[in-house]
């Protein structure tokens, strides 16, 4: 056998493996990731869909946020417009979760209609970038659009 | 001069319209006056984003608030360094600094490669001047950092007080610097694809730049670990985000096409491989900004969704079909000079290292799409985590790991079992007694225990081949110890400076395989109260919460809990985690509350405390966690980036302009086999 084959022959071995690989942990931890209307969608075609863990991205409800009083357990509603759901989530919140930022939990809905999440990721444009929509309507600045300078 | 930056913009863009029309329309005419032409308008583009950089510079300290960019990204109380790196902070002013990089290194690559190379230039040039301008026209007409607000106000809105850190301040440059820096070899590969000169010459300007941008992006990944860990409070520095591994799939191309050059020019095998490899590392530095900037994909990186998405997908659209193109046109061009002659050889080794290395880029590239392709195939979104990356890369990274090993002690051509015995048989041993007493120790995890086996017989590789130069040295030319390191790593810099990146690659695997044994304790405690743990060396730790205390500093306030510290009854010292409130200078709260995390750092391990919140003014919650080796990851980073720097030293290339291209590479090559090509 040519060196050349023997090479393509093991290349295609390693390859096939990281395939498989990929293939089978995709299987198993690949998970949904939904919009609350989504999920509601899901739940009622199919009601054992509460067994699968699966992710909502959504835009918290602004003032929904409850924090139990052992401090590590929070409550709170999340919405996409047409659906809310109320999570309830337990450990370490980031510093970015607030009020009315877009946050994906990760977890299960529960048969009692509140979706037990085991992880919270909160995405805020402001963390990096302040919104421009955000910026504007801040308090003490008057409202106004931008204009492009230099050429007005 | 705010005035006169903004404006320069504008005729930057029009000299990188210039200079691509002209440079294009010189190569093909192959007319030496609109090539000429075509380089002074990449001198003058340069010249022109230069004086726009300032301009926004100037916006930025003279805190000239009418600009929307400048209201937006900082404020009269951040400290001035914090006000002169919020230049890139943002989307605007990244897409300029993008633009001044890109100009800056093209002036720099044109300058320094007109010789010599008079038919690669006007296509090199006009296809530096193409990308540039895609850049400058994407910051004029959809990110343009000098946009005015029509009032003035009081103050800014500062920057985000998890970014007023030195390592924030570094990273972005630095990841930038080496995205920016894959555009000059896909240029050059353009170049040689289109004037089918494919031979060496092309090759060596095209590694020097990848070189150049392996190594701004190793410090760039490592400092955006660093920031990650010791600000986001999670306890960790890499999470498979979208936005990490999109920086971390050019850092992959850009390695294996450095370990495919030396095949290439050893043997003039791979040619095709090569030039693959080269635009690929362009296309993904274009595809991770493209895929953060446009909001395809969920990340918690997320920059303010922007308008310019659509403009990077067309422009990576272009990109591809072009070398696509140029590529399946040009296939006879790039047929291979010699034929592999065995699976025992250097060249085998290096093309399985090739080949791991794009099939781990494959799978993290695949698993930061799917969420994409599922739902467009499908109709359903399905996401990915770590657990995915892990499960593929872990076993994948450990081969790559035994093939460092391997890769430079293996003889070209074919190995005999005698080269095989001489150069394995001590650090094989080193690495079967290190897994062997990790072993006996206690530990069992099959991954981690092979991990350690595989560093232990890698480091033995590199300590071996240290040694036996120094002692050939030694005995040839009568040096001592030192003159000999020096001598034999300064007259190999690729070889000993590629061994010195291979070391710091080994802690990196040591520190992430240690993360393994990471413990986590949530705790509440009193005033007062004590919390009582081993770490997973078996030591037993004991901390006792000093209590809440609150300060306010010019431009916070704070709120944190120190905790005093014992390890096995010794006192270690006091370990303090905060949350802070930024104000401005209005006392207006910026942004929401940060975490400052408490971490006590060892070559063993970290303790790591992150404030969680308060239960009432006397009790808090906290998150005591012990992460193992951490600092090997920071050490690894650094000695990578030393091995980088011997490897680029200018002096290899002083004595590559007297001497030619072939004579640098005898040095390189292993104990001087006759060099191929």
């Known amino acids: ?152 | 001069m705010i005035l006169i930056g903004e404006l320069s913009l504008w005729v930057a863009l029009l000299m990188a319209a210039w200079s691509t029309t002209v440079s294009f329309a010189g190569g093909a005419t192959r007319r030496a006056d609109l090539a000429d032409s075509g380089v002074r308008g990449l001198y003058a583009t340069f010249a022109m984003i230069l004086l726009a950089s300032i301009g926004l510079w100037t916006a930025l300290l003279t805190k000239d608030f009418s600009l929307e960019y400048v209201a937006g990204h900082i404020s009269s109380t951040m400290p001035s360094v914090y006000i002169f790196t919020a230049f890139w902070s943002g989307q605007a002013g990244s897409m300029l600094f993008w633009a001044l990089i890109l100009s800056m290194y093209g002036t720099i690559a044109i300058a320094t490669s007109r010789r010599g190379n008079e038919e690669l230039i006007p296509w090199a040039t006009g296809t530096i001047s193409a990308v540039l301008m895609f850049f400058i026209a994407t910051t004029c007409f959809k990110a343009n950092p000098f946009t005015r607000l029509d009032f003035i106000p009081l103050d800014g809105r500062g920057m985000n007080p998890q970014l007023q850190n030195p390592g924030m301040a570094i990273h972005p440059p630095n990841l930038y610097l080496g995205y920016v820096a894959t555009a000059i070899p896909f240029a050059f590969a353009i170049a040689a694809l289109f004037t089918r000169r494919l031979d060496a010459q092309w090759l060596s300007i095209v590694r020097r730049w990848t070189l150049l941008s392996w190594f701004f992006l190793t410090i760039g990944i490592v400092l955006g670990m660093w920031w990650a860990y010791v600000e986001l409070g999670w306890g960790g520095y890499w999470a498979w985000d979208p936005v990490e591994n999109s920086s971390f799939l050019p850092w992959l191309t850009n390695t294996a096409f450095l370990h495919s050059i030396m095949i290439q020019e050893k043997r003039g095998m791979l040619r095709k491989w090569n030039v693959v490899l080269v635009v690929m590392s362009f296309l993904l530095a274009i595809f991770g900004t493209t895929l953060t900037r446009s909001g395809v994909i969920e990340s918690v990186h997320s920059f303010a969704q922007s308008p310019v998405g659509p403009w990077f997908l067309t422009f990576f659209a272009v990109a591809t079909g072009v070398t696509i193109y140029l590529v399946a046109t040009r296939l006879r061009d790039l047929e291979a000079k010699a034929e592999l002659e065995s699976m025992v050889s250097r060249e085998a080794a290096f093309l399985y290292n090739n080949l791991l290395l794009i099939g781990i880029a494959f799978a993290i590239f695949w698993g930061t799409v799917f969420p994409v392709l599922s739902e467009w195939a499908t109709q359903n979104k399905i996401t990915v985590g770590p657990p995915f990356f892990n499960a593929v890369n872990v076993p994948l990274g450990l081969l790559l790991l035994a093939l460092t090993g391997i890769g430079p002690l293996i003889a070209w051509r074919k190995a005999s079992l005698s080269n095989l015995k001489r150069q394995f048989a001590t650090p094989a041993s080193v690495g079967i007694i290190t897994g062997a007493l990790l072993f006996a120790l206690g530990m069992r995890a099959p991954y981690v225990l092979v991990a350690y086996a595989l560093c232990g017989f890698v480091m033995g590789t590199i300590v071996q081949e240290f040694y036996k130069g120094m002692r050939a040295r030694q005995t040839i030319h009568g040096e001592s110890v030192i003159t000999a390191f020096r001598h034999l790593v300064g007259r190999n810099r690729r070889r000993y400076g590629g061994y010195i990146v291979h070391a710091g690659i080994v802690m990196l695997f040591a520190a992430f395989a240690g993360m393994a044994f990471k413990l986590e304790n949530d705790v509440t405690l009193k005033t007062g109260e004590a919390f009582e743990t081993s770490d997973p060396y078996g030591h037993k730790w004991r901390f006792v919460s000093q209590g809440i205390s609150t300060s306010e500093p010019r431009d916070a306030q704070v709120v944190g809990v120190g905790l005093e510290a014992f390890r096995d009854g010794k006192r270690v010292g006091i370990i303090r985690s905060e949350k802070r409130t930024y104000k401005d200078s209005q006392n207006n709260q910026l942004f929401q509350p940060i975490t400052e995390v408490g971490i006590r750092t060892t070559a063993a391990l970290d303790t790591y405390v992150v404030l969680a919140g308060f239960r009432d003014s006397e009790t808090a919650e906290l998150r005591i966690s012990f992460n193992p080796l951490v600092v090997w990851v920071w050490a690894g980073g650094f000695v990578m980036m030393i091995g980088g720097l011997i490897v680029m030293w200018p002096q290899a290339e002083r004595r590559r302009a007297q001497a030619g291209y072939v004579a640098v590479m005898r040095p390189a090559a292993a104990g001087g086999e006759p060099v191929g090509a």
């Open chain 1, 1 to 152: 056998m040519k060196p050349r084959t023997k090479f393509l022959i093991g290349g295609a071995i390693v390859l096939g493996t990281a395939g498989y690989l990929m293939a089978s942990s995709i299987r198993s931890t690949g998970v949904y990731y939904l919009t609350p209307s989504e999920l509601s969608a899901k739940l009622k075609a199919d009601p054992t869909f509460t067994d699968v863990g699966v992710k909502v991205g959504a835009r918290v409800v602004p003032g929904s946020v409850q924090r139990a009083a052992g401090g590590k357990e929070y409550a709170f509603r999340v919405t996409d417009g047409s659906q809310t759901i109320p999570v309830v989530y337990r450990g370490i919140a980031p510093d970015t979760f607030t009020d009315s930022v877009d946050v994906v939990v990760g977890g299960r809905m529960g048969t009692d209609g509140t979706f037990h999440a085991t992880e919270l990721l909160a995405k805020c444009a402001s963390r990096y970038e302040n919104a421009p929509e955000k910026y504007r309507a801040t308090p003490g600045y008057k409202a106004a659009q931008p204009k492009t300078g230099g050429r007005a």
